[in-house]
């Protein structure tokens, strides 16, 4: 049996691939490498001591995905990572959101159909939820409208996995909604790579403490919280990628009771700006060189997950602290800036 990991050059997809070849799976990676450099298989290589099969595609080639699964039909499932995923840009360029996100995903999807059967993990993001009434957050929390093509691309791709389930009974789907993933892996061998000026905080914090940044923005302290930063559940990364592992094994065994099941993957505690900051300031040791200034269009106040479904119907729990993940955050910028 395999399992294909796409997007698996990925920051969430590598360090997952390293969980599931610690689990004795066979792995097969597909990336475009759009956002994500090949080498990553060396870090997965010295971490596992395996490097998986690698296949450089672009998935929104459709004859290319039929033709992959047809090379491939020991694949039983699926964990799809690929997908473009910053915010500010599916603003500005929503067609290649809709078309790498959503196309490459039904493509997938009609693969999967023709096994007798196959398991396929999702990645989604709290996202879904925008600003919640109720924390924490429960999976039953209304999907609200999304804030942008991005968020709307994981909506949409949770109805298209639901519809599809309930005419497919071989197809059986877990989505996973992700909060805000950080940190990397304690070896320093993988990590998160972001292409150009990072977009989230934890990346900008570690390249302003390395020196690459002058100094970070926060958007806004004037929001409705304690310290009046907005509030996040900053899920490391390691945590994350057991959750797939564990998401996966309860398809492969038959385990879940629907064939479509949704879980919050985060830590159940939320963290403000001012706290995270707090946190790398413990482990760099002095003062991070920060100024408050307005607020980031399209932010969100507060979102922390409700992680009772996650802990007691997948058996899986995050263990690590946001200062373990701000530790391995902090380690990785320093191992990549020498
Ligand atoms: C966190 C907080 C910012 C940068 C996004 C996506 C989400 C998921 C995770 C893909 C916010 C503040 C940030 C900075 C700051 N991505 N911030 N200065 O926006 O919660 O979630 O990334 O799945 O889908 O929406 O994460 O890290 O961008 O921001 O003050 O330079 O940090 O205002 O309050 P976010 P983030």
Redesign the pocket.
Known sequence: MQILVTGGLGFIGSHTVVELQAKGFEVVVIDDCSNADEKVLDGIEKISGKKPIFEKLDLKDRGKVEDFFHRYPDVEGVIHFAAS?A?GESVEKPLLYYENNIGTLVYILKELSKKNKASFIFSS?C?VYGQADKMPITEDAPVKEAESPY?NTKQIGEEIISDTCKVTPNLNAIALR?F?PMGAHPSAEIGELPIGVP???VP?ITRTGVGLRKE????GDDYPTEDGT?I?DYIYVVDLAKAHVVALERLLASKNPKNYEVFNVGTGKGSS?LEVIGSFEKVYGKKLNYRIVGR?QG?ITTAYADTTKANNELGWKSIYSLDDAMESAWKWEQKIRN
């Open positions: 995923k915010v993001s996202t968020g992700y805000n977009q989230n905080l900008f970070l923005s926060v958007f907005c996040r700006v980031r932010d």
